[in-house]
């Protein structure tokens, strides 16, 4: 019998946050897969703040979405059926499965995972993608000493939780920047933080200098926008700002704004450096053998946040731009 796959398209290119209407919603048959490529039952899709930047045209880290396409994520699934000689059914695998039910890919592009040392949708944030983030951004950009005050924002989510625990298990003093007291809460007293700021509450500008009276050593922004600015304000000497990411700016209708205080680099010795995890690729694996040992070790918490259903996927992107994720936002498409 023919296997039916469901999948979101990209209908049109977004203005501000994606609508409804962005997205047309397919069903297709699933091909035969040719040699050396695999079907992949898609078993959890990764929300990623990233793929708002995929749908927009023009010169990125990656090509855009076309218009037309199955919307690209990463994702987890089952391999069904295989001709590639490194895979069997049953097999577990991490890779750009796509917002749908069934993947046909090269097995090349795969990476195996094992569901018995860590649940699949961990796969997606602390042992994937978010938490390699974290790991490289942090260490190789970061550079923290024993003693640094580390400020983070994003504080509560994937990436942020993750940063905030490896300077911790690094020695540093950390202060989390999040939305709302529960994920302030989460951060200090699940997670060890030495302290967190309620942006929604309070000014940050106010909070950092109360925070980090020494000023901060290494400021990791996942945000942008004001709170970067504010960050900008209370820089030690000699401190490291990392732009991992820019939510804030992510839905702008009028450009991104850029930060205003950047004379504090030049005042404090700074520096300020971008960067993209899949730069790392050839370290991935040295890195994700420390972190699952970490994991295993019980210096390393992971919380994901499922939804479930493939319809759901348009609503359920859009919670991270609202917030409502705690840990690492996941669509369930498919349980084991
Ligand atoms: N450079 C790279 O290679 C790389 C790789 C992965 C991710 N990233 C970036 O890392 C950042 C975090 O990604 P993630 O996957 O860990 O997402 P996440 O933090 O799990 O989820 C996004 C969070 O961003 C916060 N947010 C949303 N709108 C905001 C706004 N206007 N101002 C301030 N905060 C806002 C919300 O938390 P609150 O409730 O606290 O506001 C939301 O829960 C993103 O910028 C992403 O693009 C970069």
């Given amino acids: 019998m023919e296997t039916v796959n469901r999948q979101f398209r990209l209908a049109a290119r977004p203005v501000g946050l994606p609508k409804p209407t962005d997205w047309e919603f397919t069903e297709s048959p699933v091909p035969d897969p040719g040699d050396g490529e695999v079907v992949v039952k898609v078993r ?11 749908m927009n045209a023009g010169r990125s880290y990656i090509a855009p979405v076309r218009v037309g396409d199955v ?5 987890v699934g089952e391999v069904i059926e295989s001709k590639y000689p490194g895979l069997v059914p049953g097999d ?6 796509g917002v749908q039910e069934y993947a046909v890919l090269d097995g090349n592009s795969l990476t195996k995972v ?14 994937g993608m978010p938490g390699l983030t974290a790991y490289f951004g942090l260490l190789d950009i970061g550079r923290p000493a024993e003693g640094d005050t580390v400020v983070v924002s994003g504080a509560a989510g994937a990436v942020g939780t993750v940063v905030g625990q490896i300077a911790k298990l690094k020695g540093c003093r950390v202060v989390g920047i999040a939305g709302g007291p529960e994920k302030c809460r989460y951060v200090v007293d699940e997670l060890g933080f030495d302290a967190a ?8 500008i106010v909070a950092l200098g109360r925070e980090c009276p020494d000023g901060i050593d290494i400021y990791f922004d996942n945000v942008g926008g004001e709170i970067l600015d504010a960050a900008l304000t209370r820089l030690a ?5 990392v732009i991992c990411g820019a939510i804030s700016q992510y839905n702008a209708t009028e450009g991104m704004k850029g930060p205003a205080n950047y004379m504090s680099l030049l005042v404090n010795h700074a ?16 890195a994700a053998r420390e972190m699952a040992g970490w994991l295993a070790a019980g210096k390393l918490s992971s919380r994901e946040d499922i939804a479930v259903g493939l319809e759901n996927f348009p609503d359920t992107l859009l919670r991270l731009f609202r917030g409502e994720n705690t840990g690492k936002l996941v669509l369930e498409v498919a349980s084991g």
């Fill in 44 to 54: 959890y899709l990764s929300m990623d703040p990233a793929m708002r930047g995929w």
């Fill in 71 to 75: 919307m690209r994520a990463i994702g």
């Fill in 92 to 97: 577990h695998v991490n890779g750009l499965l």
């Fill in 114 to 127: 094992d569901p018995a040392l860590a649940p699949l949708p961990v796969y997606l944030g602390t042992l």
């Fill in 197 to 204: 700021i309620d942006y929604k509450a309070e000014d940050p």
């Fill in 237 to 241: 000497n000699g401190a490291r700002v």
């Fill in 271 to 286: 520096s300020m450096t971008g960067f993209v995890v899949s730069h790392y690729g050839a370290r991935w694996g040295e």
